[in-house]
Every structure is written in C-alpha cells, then in structure tokens.
C-alpha cells in the first residue's frame, strides 16, 4: 500500500542521514557520488589540469562543504579547481591552476588542501633526480594501465551524470512533493543514492533536476486524519524542507 511505501522512503532517508552521522564524514560529493579514490583520480588528471564543469547555481541551497545555506548576503562561490559551490568561508585560499596558466584562482578547502599535497610532490626531495625505476612511478604506470573507466568518472558534472534511472541506487520512486502547506504538489521521481537525494522529472531523464545532500536532513511522518496517511517531512535543521506525499497504491512504482 502507499503507506508502505510512504515508510519505505521513510526508512531510505533515514538511513542516509544516519550514515553521515555515523560515519562524521566529510561532505564531499564528488567523491561520494563516484567512489573514487582522490589519489587514483590524481593518476591521470592532477587537480587544476582542467577547468571544471561547474555546477549550476541554482543546484546548490547550501555550501557543499559546511553546508550553510546560502542567502543573498552569504554567496555563492565555484571552486575554480573542481567546480563545486561553496561559501566564501568554505573558499577562502586562493591557488595556481595550470588550465589558468596558474594565475591565483579561488579554490575551496578541499581542493587547496589537495593542490598543496600535489605542490609537495612536484617538489623532488632532497635534489634527486626522479628515476624512472622508482617503486612510486611503476606504481603509477600499472594504475595507468588499468582500463577501469576511470576517465569518465572523474568528470566534477558528476551531480548531471546520475541517470535517473541508476541501478545502484539505495531507493527510487515517484512522489508527490510540495515546498509547504500551501504550495502545489508536484508529481517526480526520487532518487538516493550515496546519500544524496535526486530529483527528476521523470524516471527516465538522464540530467537532474536538483540534488540534495542528505547531510543534516531529518525525516518525520505526518500522522495523517486518516490512519493511512501517505505524507511525511523532510527537515533540515528543524525547518521544514519539502513535504512529500506517497503515490496512490495504483501508480505507486518502484
Ligand atoms: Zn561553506
Ligand atoms: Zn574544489
């Protein structure tokens, strides 16, 4: 039934959010969303090699490292090195980047903290020579050489490059959701997945239409007048977000 459903959403949201919260990790979409490992990405594209694809301003609510919300006051910054949106706090370091023939460009904390790790190892150590036989260049060959698909992952659009229809999601489905009260509902599909809530137009778009960290969020049911109440709210920082509303049990799809 939809109530059913409703709880299932329920259960996938909160789950998310627990994971954060127990694992303290750091929010970092691109490497949640790709899996990748900072250090293999490094393999074939260091950090500032390319310009990013930006992330539309108007996906992001909240700075996507410390997660402030943004207002007109508190604006929006890219990462000039990976292309997300940050607060000025979150992107206070400015750094060299070579596809900016390494003029001073604003970076967020993550990417400086990377940048300067890579400036370390450009630096050879104690005047020698870089040898060709060294372990940590053989190392790099044999990762080179892996055909893993790795190329098109590191691609930073990585928010766009969810396909709506994504196997490995934790949960997906069409809802019904509303801004408040007395706001219209609006019929989309929901995707979680590496806790990140996803949202299309229909289930099979390939680009989405906003993504939303779970990071923060609360999940709570709304006891309906009815027993089989099918709604329920997403909270973040105890300010109601979204209210969702499970399909009705014949258009209920999963
Ligand atoms: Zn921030
Ligand atoms: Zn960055």
Redesign the pocket.
Known sequence: SSATERDEWLEAISKSIEEYTKKRITFNPSKSLEEADPEKQEEDSPLGSKAPIWIPDTRATMCMICTSEFTLTWRRHH?R????I?CQACSSNKHGLDYMKNQPAR??D??FRELQKQDNQCTPKSGSPVNHKSPSSALSTVLQSIPSGRKQKKIPAALKEVSANTEDSTMSGYLHRSKGSKKPWKHLWFVIKNKVLYTYAASEDVAALESQPLLGFTVSEVKGENSESRVFHLLHKNTLFYIFKADDPHTAQK
């Open positions: 990462c090195a990976c292309g997300k940050v970076v967020c993550h990417c």
